[in-house]
């Protein structure tokens, strides 16, 4: 049977929150657009994910008309704050202009899907065997098969690829073509998603690792232990989990039923550059920064704004001046942000755990960790990065 063949202006691979921010602002532009996503909605829709909108996110979905997309499930009180040795020791940080908000990931994956199909927007889920053709030609095509296993066809003007770290976008670019940029830290996190509401909610240091206690919504936490590199899930019991959860932050903990557990290779990845062709990567297709540095919504978003910024001047306008510029746009931030999430993280873990780096290192960690409370300074670029406003 022959494949199918329409044509659109956009194809965006993916339906995560850079695709769909993409696609809810092509919509309002009225540029057409077609959003491919390989899993089934109940999937994508459930998947736990971090949720840290900061300043810069919340200011952006506000500026394009999207404020309701930022409305998230409840998430109760919790006495919280950031630990050392079992100290609580909040940083007061400088929060004037700080409109960060929490909303789950897959509570603000689902809003910002209710807004684009009620919009009109096309969101085609398990869109299999994607494949991105001539896309170094004027008209590239994107193949795939439907629901029913039909061989679909679209050409296209342009390709967002938000399909993440291992999807097919960034493996369609010839790997002559880009520089990958990676660093590896040397300890992993032991993620653990446990049915109990958070409590205590934060960060704790200690010489047993780094530990972290966040929502995921009003019953559900992330937890996050430092662990070595070569530890698997099996070594973590339930017992040791919760145990050390304790004893890392020096105060008693909800416990509760655990979901899942799994182990989190902690690293840094920029490739250079962010295009090839009418190919463009957006989000983790691009870069991965570590998860304690709470910058991969960030970040998403930030390339999501310029890139639609840039589609809606060349559609409207004839001007290719920031798609061609795209990558020379967003780098600069990203590296910005790769910086702060290398300082945060390695000081965070390097403060309490010595086997890594040692005492001398663990000493000048937290030299840094105490310029927080005592400069003005410091505490002001802090905050400026944490907001996403730097």
Partial sequence: MAETRENTAVVIVGAGVAG???????????????????????????????????????????????????????????????????????????????????????VLVRNLTDVFLRDGGDLRYEATDVSLDDITRDRPLVRYRDTDGTAEAIDCDFIAGCDGFHGVSRRSIPASALTEYSHEYGYNWLSVLAAVPTNPSGMAIHSLGLAGMIPRGPHASRIYLQCSVDDTPEQWPDERIWSELEARFGTPVSTGAIIDKRIVPLRSVVFDPMSYGKLYLLGDAAHIVPPMSAKGIHLALHDTEVFARAVIRRVKEGDPGLLDSYSETCLPHIWNYQAFATWITDTMHNAGFTGYEGEFRKQVARAELQRQFTSDAANKLFSELTAGTN
């Fill in 20 to 106: 769909l921010t993409l696609g809810n602002f092509l919509l309002r532009d009225g540029i057409d657009c077609i959003v491919l996503e390989k899993h089934p909605r109940a999937y994508v829709e459930q998947r736990q994910r971090a949720g840290t909108i900061d300043t810069f996110g919340v200011r952006m979905f506000r500026e394009w008309g999207l404020e309701e997309v930022l409305a998230g499930d409840p998430i109760p009180h919790s006495e919280g704050g950031f630990y050392i040795d079992g100290e609580a020791m909040p940083i007061d940080v400088d929060d004037d202009n700080n409109e960060s908000l929490y909303c789950p990931q897959q």
